[in-house]
């Protein structure tokens, strides 16, 4: 509901019928990982295995997209002056997409709440009567893709470590970090973060990032032994 509420207020001035703006990672990372939980949910429900379904869509919802996903892209949503228009058009279109699939996973299990997420935010877009007579979601196996999700994963992880490294400093989440030094031999991982710097860099409030390919003494990025940073506040 909050999630939706949120989404709702910025898509106000959201035309569905319009063209597919240009997706960035973190937007179409969230979009393959849907694919993959329409997969798995579809799956379970077809053996009733209803409290597998169940975990996935929870999982999904609360994690990938609430956790992750919302609060990389809300500088793109509040800020299109300096993000871009278009980088804000993918941000709306990725949320109206994902809530929509979201909300027809979940009808089964939660009904009423997705019925009136449904007439508030869709039912005048997709013209069905009710979530509940609404074609099941097919599974677009194009938009799953391995390599995106993995560069995703990462961002999400150095993302999720700074949120913790402003909690163990005692800074609010808003703090701004007037340098954060990424150290990695890795270059693959170096391009990836140096692709999603704006995401990066409007999620977290850092004001100069700098990635160094060299070895470091600093907080390592849990699950990427291999990335190390320093933020100084």
Same mark, same amino acid.
């Given at each position: $509901?909050?999630?939706?509420? /949120? +989404?709702?207020?910025? =898509?106000? *001035?959201? *035309? @569905?019928?319009?063209?597919? @703006?240009? !997706?960035? !990672? #973190? *937007?179409? $990372? =969230? =979009?393959?990982?849907?694919?993959?939980?329409? %997969? %798995?949910?579809?799956? +379970? !429900?077809?053996?009733?295995?209803?409290?597998? +379904?169940?975990?996935?869509?929870?999982? /999904?919802? $609360?994690?990938? /997209?609430?956790?992750?996903? #919302?609060? +990389?892209? %809300?500088?793109? =949503?509040?800020? @299109?002056?300096?993000?871009?228009?278009?980088?804000?058009?993918?941000?709306?279109?990725?949320l109206y997409t994902a809530i929509y699939r979201i909300i027809q996973m979940l009808s089964p299990i939660s009904p009423h709440i997705t019925e009136e997420l449904y007439q508030i935010m869709f039912a005048d877009d997709k013209k069905f009567d009710s979530v509940h007579v609404s074609l099941w979601p097919e599974i677009h196996e194009e938009l799953i893709d391995q390599e995106t999700e993995k560069s995703g994963d990462l961002i999400v992880a150095i993302m999720g470590e700074i949120r913790r490294d402003k909690a163990e400093n005692q800074k609010p989440l808003n703090a701004e970090i007037q340098k954060l030094t990424v150290y990695t031999e890795d270059k693959q991982a170096a391009e990836i973060l140096a692709n999603a710097e704006e995401d990066l860099v409007g999620t977290c409030k850092i004001l100069k990032l700098d990635i160094q390919s060299a070895k470091f003494q600093g907080k390592e990025v849990q699950g990427y032994p291999e990335l190390l940073f320093v933020a100084e506040y």
């Open positions: $509901w909050n999630a939706s509420r /949120f +989404a709702g207020m910025h =898509l106000e *001035d959201y *035309d @569905p019928t319009s063209k597919q @703006p240009k !997706l960035e !990672l #973190i *937007d179409r $990372w =969230l =979009l393959s990982k849907m694919e993959q939980v329409t %997969k %798995k949910v579809t799956e +379970a !429900l077809d053996s009733c295995q209803f409290n597998v +379904a169940t975990d996935e869509i929870r999982k /999904f919802t $609360w994690h990938s /997209f609430c956790d992750n996903y #919302i609060e +990389a892209v %809300k500088h793109r =949503l509040y800020q @299109p002056e300096t993000y871009g228009e278009e980088k804000r058009k993918a941000a709306q279109y990725t």
